[in-house]
């Protein structure tokens, strides 16, 4: 259950590996900041928390929980705001309904998701269940822009300790594909609202008619804000899917596509099932409406559809036609399940996904599982030409050696709900040919565009304070580190075009202008690969799902993994909000936990964060203590690194949790050492003779529990006591902790 009383620190409560870890981390944190009398709270913001937030009146009293997602919200909105939020589920349809089906299975009586709600109470839980999925939390909690690099230790041990990258070929067929017109980037314009175009305005669909439907009733617009609105044309998507199957075939290279189907929970699952459609062509063409009845969505993905035909009576004939399409070989996601690039939205997603290739130099696997030139299929252009460039620079180049690689931090504007992620609300697909336009409160129409039945329209908007607190940052940043900075942004796309006219008077203003460059992304990636890999530091100051691209590709080159970057958002109302890394790969983790009770999650990004948090809580409250602590866990951090004492990936070897007893004694014997406090120097010095002293008896109870299955009791609410057995097996390092 949730923390009650006040916390000094908030720990988020989320899902798969970053949850397991934590059975084993937190009490750790706790006992650690107890000692400086400070208290550690939870609040669970994991799918299946959210879920069982959402329907109160199915629930016994028992089983009911506060909805903790909405209390953060308030909080991040207040100078208090001190949380530690580790990665958790942007759950896709496929993942919502199977949490909710677990949760049905231990006893919750939630109601059924309707794929294809009828009645009016249908509808209403659909919504509330769409509320959870996709990108639900970030948006609230984000209360500030993003403050995002690798710690200067983290650094440091990736450039002594270089991380293998895949050879790179100038003859490489590895390529992007994306449309060449007629999708988002095509198609955006976008405004900056005046006073007098201020208020509530409505989106609204005109048939060809004239019959006039609200898409949206109140759509709040302030003075200052960008808004934009946009459409693809399911038209021009459909014919690009086709061609790329064809042009995928004839070059001999595997069909790989990559969306955002977890944030972009409206837009990219339909892509997605359009993506299934193209590639089942006249199958689908013959069979698409007997499969839909059967219960199977394309935008659920190629498993959803297959499954619906299995319990078709001509299943065994559909199949049969399936097998005998003329397709190219498909990227796969485990080849040895056949589980393949197209058979669930959430599987492979783009900021995961084509780092992952990029590092392979280019490659991926196919069905037989061997290496494979691919073509990354990203229909819109909107951010598909940073991998683009990339993908041509490391061909010219060779691979970024990471022991001598520059370093690329990011600022990225993505404060109450900016850009693209804050589109759920205003996305719809146009339901027949006519006109969807944004009518503001003083009748003027903003944004007008023609659609057919089918098209992909949205909108977003990125508010004025949290632009020039943007800004602000930016600039605070270059002044600090001195480094290269680039404002990734396009001045042929509309939206970039509107804060362009905002960015260039303010650096002006500041007398900074000539410090910053303003780059399209294209360009602005060659400059920071051409940058980083003579050695010298980048600063990328980016929109918000650039933000998200960017700190998993640069840090996926020169680190290894994104999961170890720091990521602090300075929250505007002056608290803050710590981010511990990507959990992309958590499910693979979890699955290697559940078969041979190894876990080979890195908690490195919850170290770093613990840190920040406990510095942050130092200077904004006056806690020496706090300080004390913060330190002493940043010294700990090092010693991780140092002592090469991170999580192995192979069952049998040291995992996470042998990662935690080595975090545990190091940040015990720095805060024995430590003078600024003698009351925790002495507190903690015998802790550390005892870590020390047990050092043998500890690995080795650790090592014994490796090699057998785990059972966690659940995957998306695990059962806390058979978590906590399976995650802290040391009784000599339990009682130590105590």
């Known amino acids: 259950m949730t923390d009650t009383s006040k916390p000094d620190v908030l720990y988020t409560i989320v899902d798969e590996a970053p949850e397991l870890a934590t059975a084993s981390l937190l009490p750790i944190v706790r006992a650690f900041a107890a000692a400086a009398d400070l208290n550690v709270g939870t609040k669970d913001i994991s799918l299946a928390g959210r879920i069982i937030s959402t329907f109160p009146e199915s629930l016994t009293d ?139 305005a409505k989106i609204e669909f005109v048939g060809k008619d004239g019959a006039v ?110 097998a005998a399409l003329d397709r190219p070989s498909m990227y796969m996601v485990d080849s040895d399940k056949g589980i393949t690039n197209l058979h669930v939205p959430s599987d492979v997603i783009i900021d995961a996904s084509m780092p992952a290739v990029i590092r392979a130099g280019g490659k991926g696997w196919d069905e037989a599982g061997n290496k494979g030139d691919t073509n990354c299929v990203i229909p819109d252009r909107s951010y598909s030409t940073i991998y683009d460039e990339a993908i041509n620079f490391f061909k010219a ?39 969807i336009r944004v009518v503001l409160a003083n009748g003027e129409t903003l944004h007008s565009h023609d659609v057919e039945g089918g098209d992909i329209w949205r909108s977003c908007t990125a508010k004025a304070a949290p632009i020039q607190n943007w800004i602000e940052l930016a600039m605070d940043r270059q002044r600090l580190t001195g480094s290269e900075a680039i404002f990734w942004l396009d001045e042929n796309r509309g939206h970039d075009a509107q804060l362009i006219a905002i960015v260039k008077p303010a650096l002006e203003a500041a007398g900074v202008a000539d410090k910053f460059q303003i780059l399209a992304p294209r360009e602005a990636t060659a400059q920071t690969l051409k940058t ?72 490195m990004g919850e170290f770093c964060a613990l840190g920040e948090s406990f510095n942050f809580l130092a200077d904004s409250k006056g806690n020496a203590k706090a300080g004390v602590l913060g330190r002493a866990a940043e010294e700990a951090t090092q010693g991780i690194l140092d002592n090469n ?71 998306f609410k695990t059962d806390p006591e058979k978590t906590a057995a399976v995650m802290r097996p040391s009784a000599t390092f339990n009682e130590i902790i105590g």
Request: net charge negative; no cysteine; aromatic share 6%.
């Open 397 to 435: 180049n060779g691979a970024l050696n990471p022991s001598t690689a520059g370093a690329v931090a990011n600022v990225g504007l993505m404060a109450q709900k900016a850009e693209e992620y804050g589109s759920h609300p205003t996305t719809f697909e146009a339901p027949a040919d006519g006109t």
């Open 532 to 603: 980083i890999t003579a050695g010298d530091d980048s600063i990328a100051i980016s929109g918000n799902v650039l933000r998200d691209y960017l700190t998993d590709l640069y840090p996926i080159l020169e680190l290894g993994t994104s999961a170890k970057m720091l990521s602090i958002v300075k929250l505007m109302k002056g608290g803050g909000l710590f981010e511990t890394g990507a959990g992309g790969s958590a499910p693979k983790h979890v699955q290697q936990l559940a078969e041979e009770n190894h876990l080979r999650w890195d908690s």
């Open 645 to 715: 004492k991170s999580p192995s990936r192979k069952v049998g070897e040291p995992d996470n949790r042998d990662s935690h007893y080595w975090f545990a004694r190091y940040w015990a014997d720095a805060l024995s050492k430590q003078t600024d406090d003698v009351e925790l120097a002495n507190h903690f010095g015998p802790i550390a003779e005892a870590l020390i002293a047990g050092e043998e008896k500890i690995v080795a109870e650790l090592a014994a529990a490796q090699g057998k299955p785990a059972d966690l009791g659940g995957y």
């Open 213 to 322: 439907s609200v898409l949206k009733d109140v759509w709040p617009l302030e003075e200052g804000t960008v808004a934009d609105a946009t459409f693809m044309s399911a038209k021009s998507l459909a014919s690009f899917l086709a061609e790329a199957i064809e042009d995928t075939k004839a070059d001999g290279t595997m069909f790989s596509l990559h969306m955002k189907a977890t944030m972009m929970k409206v837009s990219d699952p339909i892509i997605f099932g359009h993506a299934v459609v193209a590639w089942l062509g006249p199958v689908w063409d013959k069979h698409g409406e007997a499969i839909k009845a059967a219960g199977g969505s394309p935008n659920s993905g190629l498993g959803d559809v297959l499954a619906a035909i299995d319990s078709m009576d001509n299943a065994a004939e559909i199949k049969a036609e399936i």
């Open 62 to 200: 028992e089983q009911r929980q506060s909805d903790d997602l909405a209390d953060l919200g308030v909080l991040v909105k207040t100078p208090d705001a001190n949380v530690i939020k580790l990665p958790n589920i942007s759950a896709s349809v496929p993942q919502l309904v199977a949490a909710i089906e677990e949760l049905q299975a231990k006893g919750y009586a939630l109601p059924d998701y309707p794929e294809a709600p009828a009645t009016d109470e249908e509808k209403a839980i659909r919504a509330r269940y769409d509320s959870i999925k996709g990108s639900a939390v970030n948006p609230v909690l984000r209360e500030g822009n993003s403050d995002r690099r690798a710690a200067k230790a983290v650094k440091n041990y990736a450039q002594n300790n270089p991380h293998s990258m895949g050879t790179w070929a100038s003859d490489s067929k590895t390529k992007v594909s994306s449309m060449a017109g007629n999708d988002f980037y095509a198609n955006e314009v976008s405004a900056t609202i005046t006073a007098a175009q201020a208020g509530d």
